[in-house]
């Protein structure tokens, strides 16, 4: 299995203005182009990554457990 750790974040300024969006699109597409079925990843959720855990819910990731996701590619 193909593994890579990364994180993804956007600065408060420039928050709300759809980078984000296209960053987690372009992630899925290499994903897709690589033959990947699914994508797993962890957010705390908490503190300031409160806003995270709504954004991948957002995009169509589910939860898991408590704080780890998956989306079907």
């Known amino acids: 299995p193909w593994q890579t750790v ?4 956007v600065l408060p300024e420039y928050q709300h203005q759809g980078i984000g ?8 597409d290499y994903g897709r182009q690589k033959g ?3 994508l797993e990843f962890t ?3 908490k503190g ?3 806003g995270a855990v709504a954004f991948y819910q957002k995009h169509g990731a589910e939860i898991r457990d408590t704080n780890s996701f998956r989306i079907e590619l």
Do not use: E, P, Y
């Not at 969006?21 to 899925?28: G, H, N, R, T």
């Open 6 to 9: 990364f994180g993804i974040a």
């Open 36 to 38: 990947c079925r699914r």
């Open 48 to 50: 300031k990554k409160a």
């Open 43 to 45: 957010s705390s959720g």
């Open 21 to 28: 969006s296209k960053v987690w699109d372009a992630i899925l």
